[in-house]
Structure formats: structure tokens, C-alpha cells
Nanobody, 125 residues
Framework: QVQLVESGGGLVQAGGSLRLSCAASGSPFSIATMGWYRQAPGKQRELVATITSGGRTNYEDSVKGRFTISRDNAKNTVYLQMNSLKPEDTAVYYC???????????????????WGQGTQVTVSS
């Protein structure tokens, strides 16, 4: 029923930019808190950025000033614009909808959550 599909990953040199997209279907996108997470090899999954249905955002400290999360509710899509990329940004990036991202924003939520399959971002030195 609910499907999240990430796209836009790839290989880029340090200092470059990428724009990730997450297209949602079969979900109440317009009222869901959305987020981007990433997981590097041998590392735990970490939050990158979240955004509420009303546009309130939150960022992990290491990406502040470099990444921008946004959403287009009419298109059921959330984006992550990544600028000034660093090798340490290399990871699989996952899109999330629902409870996990809502709680990261301080919202009390008990509903379901959904994850995409991820898109690889590789930043070379």
C-alpha cells in the first residue's frame, strides 16, 4: 500500500551537490512528517533532516548550512538538496514517513512509519 521511492543519488566529488527526491504513494503525505536518514558502512543509521507537514524543519548539526529539506505536498514528494558535500557524507540515504520523523520533531506520535529502499550517495576526495 504505502511506498516510498528515493532517487537522485550518485557519485560526486567533494564540494559538489546532489538533490535527492522521495516520492510517496498510498499514504497521507500532506499530513505526515517526513525525514531523511543515512547509514554509512559499519555505522548506525542517523537522522539527517526532518520536515513537518507545515514546513517546520530540523537538521543534524553536521549538515546545517549545507543541506536543505523541502517538500511539495501537491506532488507527494520530499527533497534533500545537498551542497558542499564532504566524503563523510557518503552513505545510503533513506526516506522516512510517519512516527520516527514526527518524534524527532518533538511530536507525540503513535502511528505507523514507512521507509524507502535507499539511494547511494558517494562523495570522493
Amino acid at each position: 500500500q504505502v511506498q516510498l521511492v528515493e532517487s537522485g543519488g550518485g557519485l560526486v566529488q567533494a564540494g559538489g551537490s546532489l538533490r535527492l527526491s522521495c516520492a510517496a504513494s498510498g499514504s497521507p503525505f500532506s499530513i505526515a512528517t517526513m525525514g531523511w536518514y543515512r547509514q554509512a558502512p559499519g555505522k548506525q543509521r542517523e537522522l539527517v533532516a526532518t520536515i513537518t507537514s507545515g514546513g517546520r524543519t530540523n537538521y543534524e548539526d553536521s549538515v546545517k548550512g549545507r543541506f536543505t529539506i523541502s517538500r511539495d505536498n501537491a506532488k507527494n514528494t520530499v527533497y534533500l538538496q545537498m551542497n558542499s558535500l564532504k566524503p563523510e557524507d557518503t552513505a545510503v540515504y533513506y526516506c522516512n514517513a510517519g512516527r520516527t520523523s514526527a518524534r524527532a520533531m518533538g511530536i507525540i506520535a503513535y502511528g505507523p512509519e514507512y521507509w524507502g529502499q535507499g539511494t547511494q550517495v558517494t562523495v570522493s576526495s
